[in-house]
């Protein structure tokens, strides 16, 4: 007759829906999986429905939402197989764990007043408005004259209103940043914020219109073949 599975001290499963199975990766240390033989017995009254619900394996670990060096958490889910919608299966559908964020790069840019950016780009001064006036060679506003912000690359600030007025907040007046007032046709003026402890800094530009350039260096004789072709370089000054 056998010895019943649940008296063999092995680890085995049985389920109305999947049948019964054993697996030697689940038994105790020295013990492997019986040759077992499966006997069905027919019931004396009608079974009823068996119902089964069953959990899938989890996903991986989302990633993680913390920023640099600060703590955030980390999801993991499951989704739940059931034979009608009214079964559901015990236990949580995700699962969280803490974690930390990358560590933050090293920013060499150092503010004499106001903070570094999140780009670590630029010093920047909340609290600070710059209120600037830009005029034409003949005292006439320079509207729609456009003002940068010194850089690599130069980054577009604002343009100038029809009465050549702009207004700038959070620059910081630290003698580095440097602005870049530009118009075509004229010549692009440099200003620098000089150093203040001010919330309020005023700046006065006027363009000059641009010279027609000339020749500094002409340009090298060269002899060619007829149908070489040939370059011509010179260095021009506006």
């Known amino acids: 007759h056998g010895v019943p599975a649940k008296l063999t001290g ?4 049985l389920s109305p829906h999947r049948g019964f199975w054993c697996l030697n990766k689940e038994q105790p240390s020295g013990k492997h999986c019986s040759n077992y033989a499966v006997r069905f017995r027919c019931p004396k009254r009608p079974l009823t429905a068996v ?14 939402t913390a920023a640099c060096e600060e703590t955030g958490v980390q999801v993991r889910r499951r989704t739940c197989s059931t034979q009608n919608k009214e079964q559901t299966c015990p236990g949580p559908v995700e699962e969280g764990k803490m ?9 060499q840019l150092r503010c004499v007043v106001g903070r570094v950016n999140d780009e670590c780009s630029q010093c920047i001064c909340k609290e600070h408005h710059l209120y600037g006036s830009v005029r034409l060679q003949d005292g ?18 604002t343009n100038c209103d029809e009465k050549g007025k702009f207004q700038i907040p959070g620059l910081c007046p630290d003698g580095k940043t440097t602005l870049k007032i530009k118009k075509p046709y004229y010549g692009t003026a440099v200003v620098t914020l000089n150093i203040n402890n001010s919330k309020i800094s005023t700046i006065e530009v006027k363009l000059k219109r641009s010279e027609k350039p000339y020749i500094r260096k002409q340009p090298v004789s060269k002899v060619r073949r007829e149908g070489q072709s040939v370059t011509f370089c010179c260095k021009v000054q506006c």
């Open 140 to 157: 006439a506003p320079a509207s729609k004259a456009t003002v940068h912000l010194w850089g690599n690359p130069d980054k577009f600030l």
């Open 99 to 107: 974690c930390k964020g990358p560590a933050c790069k090293s920013c």
């Open 51 to 64: 119902t089964w619900s069953s959990w899938s394996t989890w996903s991986a670990w989302d990633s993680c």
């Open 10 to 13: 092995e680890t085995v499963h």
